[in-house]
């Protein structure tokens, strides 16, 4: 035990000596999620651009009821292209077409669609979702309009009037558009959450991951210098080698985890759960990313090559895994392939305590699951980096 404690002292020092790792490992963390709060945080108010050519009643509440919103400004457009370049160009977060005859359609008893444009990006995508609801809010005055006409036998042009007028100030009936299978629409799951909350969740796996697979490097130099062959000589078994080697990469991952939840609730007041929760995620994904390093460490044997794949293959399961843009927006096939990654199952735990209000039992399948992903990778990082140290 106690070489397995200085072997891994050893290579916790190595990779810490290095003042690139010391920037990447705890103040690039903190910067992107500074910047990602600042740009995209739920404090700031989106922009909504609108071109609405008619010029019926329905048509201009639909416009207005966007307007009332809170933290949602409208800008109008003179044509569609002119409205598709300005969300392109960024200067709205996202788009609404209503057609120019939006009012004849919808007095004719016709199903008319509203287009809605926005960048791939979460934040126009979530603002669809608030647009949506007053489209829908609208939808349902329209239909009771035309049950009142159908039932007193007025004309559906007369009870439309009226409909607007009544029910904006009644409150004694409501009306709720719930899609089947869900409580909660996505809108008002993120509604809790603080600009930084989101940002430090995603960027808490990203860099944990991305810095374990950085440590390969250490390893491969280890081989290429030929200190693990010299420690074999001793009375070192390949075990007690495996581990120390695990073990620096574990401490790493662990205090870059640590900090960065630690910084973020005094710096920015992030929301992190169930604390008992996030440390167990912590912990649990910190193995995931020493032996994720350590199969690295173990398949290549030039640090260069492995540093240049290390950054495609950690970003691209970043992305796949919801640590980019939240995993809830994708497709259900991406879905069910981003449960192909360990990131994937830490940010659900994270959403399930924050969001949901979820503690230390809720996500014992997450935990068990990235337990699962670290075993894995350890036997097959093991099984390789025995056969190269032994050959």
């Keep these: 035990m106690t070489k397995v404690l200085a072997i891994g002292v050893v290579n916790t020092k190595r990779f810490l000596r290095e003042k690139a790792n010391l920037f990447f490992v705890f103040v690039f963390p903190i910067l992107i999620v500074l910047m990602i709060g600042a740009f995209f945080g739920g404090g700031l108010s989106s922009t909504v651009g609108v071109y609405a050519p008619g010029d019926g009643e329905l048509s201009k509440a639909l416009v207005q009821g966007i307007d009332d919103l809170e933290e949602v400004k409208v800008r109008e457009y003179g044509s569609e292209a002119a409205l598709i370049d300005g ?220 540093g240049g794949l290390g950054v495609l293959i950690g970003l691209g399961l970043a992305a796949l895994g919801g640590c980019m843009v939240p995993i809830e927006i994708f497709p259900a096939g991406m879905q069910a392939v981003a449960r192909a990654t360990p990131h994937a199952w830490a940010v659900d735990a994270f959403s399930e305590m924050v969001r949901r209000d979820g503690g230390l039992v809720d996500i014992l399948p997450n935990l068990g699951v990235l337990l699962a992903f670290a075993a894995v990778l350890m036997l097959l990082g093991t099984w390789r980096l025995r056969r190269v140290l032994t050959r």
């Design 87 to 306: 969300v392109q160009r960024g200067g709205v977060q996202g788009g609404l077409v209503v057609p120019a005859d939006y009012d004849e359609r919808l007095a004719a008893g016709e199903t008319v669609e509203v287009g809605y444009v926005a960048r791939p990006d979460q934040t126009g995508i979530l603002l669809g979702e608030t647009v949506n609801g007053v489209v829908q809010r609208q939808a349902n005055l329209v239909r009771a309009a035309r049950f009142a006409a159908a039932r007193a036998g007025v004309p559906y042009e007369d009870a439309l009037p009226v409909a607007m007028v009544v029910a904006p100030g009644t409150e004694r009936v409501t009306v709720t558009t719930t899609e089947a299978g869900a409580e909660d629409s996505l809108t008002a799951e993120f509604e809790g959450l603080g600009a930084f909350d989101l940002g430090a969740h995603q960027e808490l796996i990203l860099f944990m991951f991305l810095t374990s697979l950085a440590g390969s490097a250490a390893l491969i130099q280890t081989r290429q210098l030929g200190v693990a062959r010299r420690m074999l000589s001793t009375p070192t078994g390949t075990g007690t080698i495996l581990a120390g080697e695990t073990l620096g990469r574990f401490n790493v991952a662990l205090v870059q985890g640590l900090y960065i939840v630690g910084g973020t609730v005094l710096l920015f007041r992030v929301d992190w759960g169930d604390p008992l929760g996030a440390l167990a995620v912590v912990v649990a994904f910190s193995l995931v990313g020493a032996a994720a390093g350590i199969l690295m460490g173990a398949v290549f044997s030039n640090d260069s090559q492995a």
